[in-house]
């Protein structure tokens, strides 16, 4: 079985069957249509986001598989926010709060390309990189909350809905 592997930055939910997807899949012989709307349904959720994709086909067969990564933990961040940007000085400027909930939402898009092996600790994961962007969480510094998250304070937010 030939495979070739097309991967390519793409605007969540917005694939089309010009640049740079048609170009590069193109050659390949597959139904560009049923690639495009593969690709925007699953990055629907990415919108306004660059979103890496890997398309996997098998040359023989025409046949195809789209894998969807995710975006960084800080765009994904940036977008719950509706934020420009982090903060350039993070330990002295605050650019915005996080609420537990933005958190665990962001952990569970992200929570396949995380190390934890549950949502709780995925959620501090995603609470640890509002440290060096310059958001508190609940209103407070990062680590606290982190801390608050290991004794338990937010099972009831964490726990319930994973």
């Known amino acids: 079985m030939a495979t070739e592997t097309v991967e390519i930055l793409i605007d969540g939910g917005k694939a089309t069957p010009g640049p ?22 699953k990055t629907a959720d990415f919108e306004g986001m660059k979103v890496p994709v ?22 994904l961040i940036i977008d719950e926010l509706k934020i420009e940007k982090g903060s350039q000085d993070p330990g002295a400027d605050k650019v915005a709060d996080l609420k537990i909930e ?18 709780k600790n995925a ?15 609940e209103g407070k510094d990062p680590r606290e909350v982190q801390k608050e998250i290991s004794q338990g304070v937010y099972d009831e937010q964490l726990v319930e809905k994973a």
């Open 20 to 41: 740079p997807l048609g170009p590069a899949i193109g050659p390949l012989g597959i139904n560009m249509m049923q690639v495009v709307e593969q690709i925007n349904q």
């Open 102 to 119: 933005q958190a665990l939402k962001v952990a569970r898009m992200k929570f396949e390309a995380l190390l934890s092996a549950d949502f």
């Open 54 to 75: 890997k398309i996997i086909v098998d040359t023989s067969s025409k046949e195809f598989e789209v894998t969807v990564g995710t975006p960084p933990t800080t765009a």
């Open 123 to 137: 959620t501090k994961e995603v609470v640890g990189t509002c440290v060096s962007m310059g958001i508190t969480v």
